[in-house]
């Protein structure tokens, strides 16, 4: 049985998870950043506007992403305002690869996949579509995790009602509950700790 703290992630974590919210509704985001605070686990949020909704989500320093096929230029820099960052991830939601990622920080495709600690960063990430069943995804989380891997796992509104507020605020306390092994981070912070790891 695995002992918290001997995993080969941050702080001896198990493996990771990334939660990544692709263009959600006013609505929908207040819910689900309003279940991550309670448990205080951030995530990332692909988005293709700069949208005052987004101005809470910076406060509590999240993840602020591109959502499309490249990193445009415009949105960059509204962003930028926004939160002050210089490097932006991007994320395509589709099969196509990021023609001109640009100044991506990161590039996350469809590609369904998980990343071990210690591998060479990818140029590309790849991500995973989030199960409306919430026993379903935690076991599949879990199952990542168990191998000592991390990914990341993709939101977009669909996918959130049809999940529920019950079981998205549920799926939120489980991770809370196993912090300890479970790294759920935005991928901007589990990137940065992989670059940094590099030899």
């Known amino acids: 049985m695995h002992q918290p703290g001997t995993g080969a992630w941050k702080e001896g974590r198990q493996g990771g998870a990334s939660l990544c919210y692709v ?5 929908q985001l207040n819910m689900v950043q309003a279940h991550h605070a309670r448990v205080g686990i951030r995530a990332s949020v692909a988005c293709t506007a700069a949208s005052p909704d987004l101005r809470e989500l910076v406060d509590r320093n999240w993840d602020i992403a591109i959502h499309g096929p490249t990193l445009d230029p415009q949105l960059a820099e509204a962003l930028r305002e926004l939160d002050e960052k210089t490097q932006r991830g991007l994320v395509t939601t589709d099969d196509s690869q990021p023609a001109e990622p640009g100044n991506a920080f990161y590039r996350v495709t469809a590609q369904p996949g998980a990343l071990e600690a210690g591998q060479p960063l990818p140029d590309t990430l790849p991500s995973m579509p ?4 919430v026993t379903a995804l935690m076991a599949e989380i879990d199952a990542v995790v168990a191998g000592g891997q991390w990914a990341v796992w993709r939101f977009d509104a669909a996918t959130v009602k049809a999940l529920g507020e019950q079981a998205h605020a549920r799926l939120l306390r489980w991770l809370g509950d196993h912090h300890a092994r479970i ?5 901007r912070d589990i990137v940065a700790w992989m670059l940094a790891a590099r030899p």
């Open 23 to 27: 263009n959600l509704p006013t609505a």
């Open 130 to 133: 989030t199960r409306p069943d």
């Open 183 to 187: 790294w759920c981070a935005p991928i």
